[in-house]
């Protein structure tokens, strides 16, 4: 494995905008591939019963067989992850989303509250450098800047002092 060193300037290589602007496309990408998979009535997407929201967030429910019913958890959650191998494999390799997603397994509670052999998956799609930080942390150092701007009209008088030397 070949790891470099992070330097002092290394976001002027590889700025952080290239990658939310990586994001955003593969993110496109994922709303393209879902909404043609979906309207493909032969797809694996529909066969395996997957469903989106609004945001593209898969969605299914899984349940196990009634003999899992006596297992550990950790073992039942096993069993879960051996069932939904031929979907990983479908999301991963055909459609080309490996370590895009990111899957979540919840379980699924009768009236009583006690636990069922049903589960709902949801997939979610994976942002790499977009986040809630990223956005706040540029949008205050944007506003801060046209603050400094329009309190100190500090370009104005760099172009008159220019414009005074020729």
């Given at each position: 494995?070949?790891?470099?060193k992070k330097?002092?300037?290394?976001?002027?290589?590889?700025?952080?905008?290239?990658?939310?602007?990586?994001?955003?496309?593969?993110?496109?990408?994922?709303?393209?591939?879902?909404?043609?998979?979906?309207?493909?009535?032969?797809?694996?997407?529909?066969?395996?019963?997957?469903?989106?929201?609004?945001?593209?967030?898969?969605?299914?429910?899984?349940?196990?067989?009634?003999?899992?019913?006596?297992?550990?958890?950790?073992?039942?959650?096993?069993?879960?992850?051996?069932?939904?191998?031929?979907?990983?494999?479908?999301?991963?390799?055909?459609?080309?989303?490996?370590?895009?997603?990111?899957?979540?397994?919840?379980?699924?509670?009768?009236?009583?509250?006690?636990?069922?052999?049903?589960?709902?998956?949801?997939?979610?799609?994976?942002?790499?450098?977009?986040?809630?930080?990223?956005?706040?942390?540029?949008?205050?150092?944007?506003?801060?800047?046209?603050?400094?701007?329009?309190?100190?009209?500090?370009?104005?008088?760099?172009?008159?002092?220019?414009?005074?030397?020729f």
């Amino acid at each position: 494995m070949n790891i470099r060193k992070k330097t002092k300037f290394s976001f002027l290589k590889n700025p952080p905008i290239l990658g939310v602007i990586k994001d955003i496309q593969n993110y496109r990408t994922w709303i393209k591939t879902i909404q043609a998979e979906a309207c493909d009535s032969n797809s694996k997407f529909n066969k395996f019963g997957l469903d989106f929201n609004f945001f593209y967030v898969l969605y299914m429910s899984v349940s196990l067989p009634q003999e899992d019913a006596n297992l550990p958890e950790n073992i039942r959650r096993l069993r879960l992850i051996e069932i939904l191998a031929p979907l990983h494999q479908y999301l991963d390799s055909d459609l080309g989303f490996a370590g895009s997603i990111i899957p979540e397994f919840n379980q699924f509670y009768d009236e009583e509250r006690n636990p069922t052999l049903t589960y709902g998956i949801i997939y979610r799609f994976a942002f790499d450098t977009l986040s809630l930080k990223w956005v706040i942390t540029r949008s205050i150092f944007t506003g801060l800047a046209i603050w400094a701007l329009v309190k100190w009209p500090i370009l104005s008088w760099l172009f008159e002092t220019i414009k005074r030397l020729f």
